[in-house]
């Protein structure tokens, strides 16, 4: 059995930081890609940025050049580091990897039950 859970949320002013983390635990033979998604009230959960095994990075254009993604292999986690944070970022923030439990299996897609984040302006 994995798990996902989410820490790091918070309530935060416009202008602010905030990291968030995410650690997978179980039995866990690898992760490929971990990454970040977010919904707002009233709207699709949308993709904030993802992280390859190799540490390839792709961010949403909305969060370019204000979040950074980061993962530590060793210890199965990944991080959201949110900088200058505006009232539009606000919202229920997921995690997600595609682990594979065995060797030469392929991964599935585990996430985390969410962290709210909210921006007061």
């Known amino acids: 059995q994995v798990q996902l859970v989410e820490s790091g949320g918070g309530l935060v002013q416009a202008g602010g930081s905030l990291k968030l983390s995410c650690a997978a635990s179980?039995?866990?033979?690898?992760?490929?890609?971990m990454g970040w998604y977010r919904q707002a009230p009233g709207k699709q959960r949308e993709l904030v940025a993802v992280?390859?095994?190799?540490?390839?990075?792709h961010y949403a254009d909305s969060v370019k050049g204000r979040f950074t993604i980061s993962r530590d292999n060793a210890k199965n986690t990944v991080y959201l580091q949110m900088d200058s944070l505006k009232p539009e970022d606000t919202g229920v923030y997921y995690c997600?990897?595609?682990?594979?439990?065995?060797?030469?299996?392929?991964?599935?897609?585990?996430w985390g039950q969410g962290t709210q984040v909210t921006v007061s302006s």
């Open positions: 997600n990897a595609e682990i594979s439990l065995l060797v030469a299996t392929a991964p599935n897609d585990y």
């Open positions: 992280i390859s095994s190799r540490d390839s990075t």
């Open positions: 179980g039995t866990i033979f690898s992760i490929d890609v």
